[in-house]
């Protein structure tokens, strides 16, 4: 990955991490940084009842569960009695998968402007191929 896009997640990391932490001395409920689904690359911060909401609206899969949401987050804040948080290991491996995570989006989008500036947008949406 460029250096200045690596340093660009860096901070978007940093921040979704800062905020979660944030929230968590405010109201002391346990927060995840999760990807967005809609290919913006963005940073979403959140708890237990918001997950529940978005997962009754249809946002997100009626099988999903919280242990699915620990495993997917980059990261999360410890319980409400302090308790859970992650290791330093931990973080890496989180911070790694988060870069992993940029790579293939930015690997998506470029495929997807590559597709769009030949012309191959209507045959990539006949063929239903993710992105389009």
């Known amino acids: 990955m460029n250096v200045f896009r690596k340093l660009n997640a860096y901070l978007r990391l940093r921040e979704a991490v800062n905020q979660a932490d944030a929230a968590w001395q405010r109201n002391r409920k346990r927060y995840y940084v999760l990807p967005s689904t809609d290919g913006s690359r963005l940073l979403i911060v959140m708890d237990r009842q918001n997950f529940r909401v978005l997962k009754r609206k249809g946002y ?3 099988s999903a569960s919280m242990p699915d949401l620990a495993v997917e987050s980059f990261y999360f804040t ?3 009695n302090g308790t859970g948080c992650l290791s330093d290991a931990d973080r890496r491996h989180k911070a790694a998968q988060y870069y992993s ?5 930015l690997r998506v989008a470029k495929e997807k402007r590559r597709a769009e500036s ?3 947008t209507g045959l990539l949406k006949r063929l239903k191929i993710k992105g389009w």
């Open 60 to 62: 997100i899969d009626r």
């Open 78 to 80: 410890p319980s409400g």
């Open 101 to 105: 995570w940029v790579e293939a989006e």
């Open 118 to 120: 030949k012309g191959w």
